[in-house]
């Protein structure tokens, strides 16, 4: 049982996260410019050199005019249909049927914009549709100042944030990267790293960070556990577990823009230390610690003019994994089958949109790593891997339509929609291609259409 309760931890909090990347309109009415200036797509969360800027500089830019434009107040509004290519063994989740699901995925308000001339904030909380209830989501906090270093402008800032990655302005990484939005009524695999998700929102972490000549960026932070208490609170809970000090994360990459091109390579380093979690709000390092690496490199590139926006993204994230808490044969909480595991991810992301209004978006998407009986097998229907493997293989295409966003379109800031139609292809799940849990269910049975409606304010 025990096994089964950390897997769904990871795997809730991998799949939550991935639907958590947004973009708000009152970043528009602040500087006074269309949503276009910041988002490919007019509607984001994917950024344009000038959005990421936005964001390194603290949400501070200014602009715009009249109330709106110094009310850094916005909310939104997703729904959406989910039909899977066979119905799951029982309810998608509580009050759901077992397949063709229509869902208020969720609703989100947000204190975002500039509070200061050197504060800003991007600020969610939010009402959970699928699993009815509310929680903290993300925050950034900044605050920034620029001056010259080395004959070279420099913007540096600090982000009190509640995940690492959180502060990232780049969409190649896990917070804002592809997939923006996913179904929470669809089955998802099993394995995910600690930076997919495994520990949004239910950590607090200082950054500091420089960027250089808008050509190097550097990005120093430190992550703990929140209080059991605050996690409470703010609706969040363990991951893996209690952090047994700081977990120092590092990032650095290089920018630069030629023409209509922009392109960045960069990786990141995450080491952290935890105490087992034994429960929802419970950790116990009496029996060992767990200790996990994350070694991320990411790459990206941008074609954009008014007409036509490509861009490509890709991701790898190889983690090392030494599970000497969560595999002590003498613990009550046993989870892992042996101490030494790794866990790898890859993801590349190709998005083409025609006059900003036109999406298409192909990405695949593969986890795999050593095989872990304990670990990923809840030994279920759906959720169960008979190999105990992490590996599956996913293909992702994507068409969207955005009306609104542009310098002329009606209602500016507050007219912004977006309505999207996104399926997924498995290859692999959970370790196999057919009959991945025991129980007969392949990995095809798994491919997912998932249309949404997505509206902001």
């Given at each position: 049982m025990r096994n089964k309760l950390w897997l769904m931890l990871m795997a809730a909090a991998a799949a939550g996260f991935g639907g958590r990347a947004h973009a708000v309109p009152s970043y528009a009415a602040q500087t006074g410019l269309p949503c276009t200036a910041c988002h490919i797509g007019a509607f984001g969360p994917q950024l344009t050199p000038y959005g990421r800027a936005f964001k390194i500089q603290g949400y501070t830019a200014t602009g715009g005019s009249g109330v709106l434009g110094k009310l850094p107040i916005s909310a939104?509004?997703?729904?959406?249909?989910?039909?899977?290519?066979?119905?799951?063994?029982?309810?998608?989740?509580?009050?759901?049927?077992?397949?063709?699901?229509?869902?208020?995925?969720?609703?989100?308000?947000?204190?975002?914009?500039?509070?200061?001339?050197?504060?800003?904030?991007?600020?969610?909380?939010?009402?959970?549709?699928?699993?009815?209830?509310f929680f903290s989501d993300n925050a950034d906090i900044r605050v920034v100042t620029s001056t010259r270093?080395?004959?070279?402008d420099a913007d540096l800032g600090l982000s009190l944030n509640n995940s690492p990655g959180l502060s990232d302005p780049y969409n190649s990484t896990y917070p804002f990267g592809y997939e923006f939005v996913a179904s929470a009524l669809a089955l998802s695999p099993n394995a995910g790293t600690l930076l997919s998700g495994g520990l949004a929102g239910n950590s607090i972490g200082l950054n500091g960070y420089i960027w250089l000549d808008q050509h190097i960026y550097v990005d120093l932070g430190l992550y703990d556990t929140m209080a059991p208490g605050l996690m409470k609170i703010l609706g969040e809970a363990y991951g893996p577990g209690s952090e047994t000090g700081v977990a120092p994360y590092a990032r650095a990459l290089y920018d630069w823009n030629w023409g209509d091109n922009n392109a960045h390579i960069g990786g990141s380093v995450f080491?952290?230390?935890?105490?087992?979690?034994?429960?929802?709000?419970?950790?116990?390092?009496?029996?060992?610690?767990?200790?996990?690496?994350?070694?991320?490199?990411?790459?990206?590139?941008?074609?954009?003019?008014?007409?036509?926006?490509?861009?490509?993204?890709?991701?790898?994230?190889?983690?090392?994994?030494?599970?000497?808490?969560?595999?002590n044969p003498f613990s009550p909480y046993v989870a892992s089958s042996q101490p030494n595991n790794n866990l790898q991810e890859a993801?590349?992301?190709?998005?083409?949109?025609?006059?900003?209004?036109?999406?298409?978006?192909?990405?695949?998407?593969?986890?795999?790593?050593?095989?872990?009986?304990?670990?990923?097998?809840?030994?279920?229907?759906?959720?169960?891997?008979?190999?105990?493997?992490?590996?599956?293989?996913?293909?992702?295409?994507?068409?969207?339509?955005?009306?609104?966003?542009?310098?002329?379109?009606?209602?500016?800031?507050?007219?912004?929609?977006?309505i999207g139609l996104q399926y997924t292809i498995y290859t692999q799940f959970n370790g196999s291609s057919t009959n991945y849990d025991g129980y007969g269910r392949n990995a095809s049975d798994n491919n997912t259409l998932y249309l949404f409606v997505w509206t902001a304010i």
């Open positions: 939104f509004l997703l729904g959406s249909y989910t039909s899977t290519a066979k119905d799951q063994s029982g309810p998608a989740a509580p009050d759901f049927a077992s397949n063709n699901n229509p869902a208020i995925d969720q609703v989100s308000l947000f204190l975002a914009g500039r509070l200061s001339d050197h504060v800003g904030a991007f600020i969610q909380g939010t009402y959970d549709g699928v699993g009815h209830a270093l080395w004959g070279m080491y952290s230390r935890f105490n087992p979690a034994t429960d929802v709000g419970s950790a116990n390092g009496s029996f060992g610690h767990d200790r996990y690496t994350d070694l991320f490199a990411d790459g990206g590139y941008q074609y954009l003019t008014d007409k036509h926006t490509f861009t490509l993204d890709g991701r790898y994230d190889y983690e090392i994994q030494n599970l000497q808490g969560s595999s993801r590349e992301t190709a998005t083409y949109y025609y006059n900003q209004s036109y999406g298409l978006t192909f990405s695949w998407d593969k986890i795999w790593g050593k095989r872990n009986q304990l670990l990923y097998n809840t030994g279920a229907p759906d959720t169960g891997s008979i190999k105990g493997s992490p590996n599956s293989n996913a293909f992702i295409s994507e068409v969207d339509w955005v009306p609104f966003g542009h310098d002329s379109s009606w209602g500016a800031p507050l007219a912004n929609f977006k």
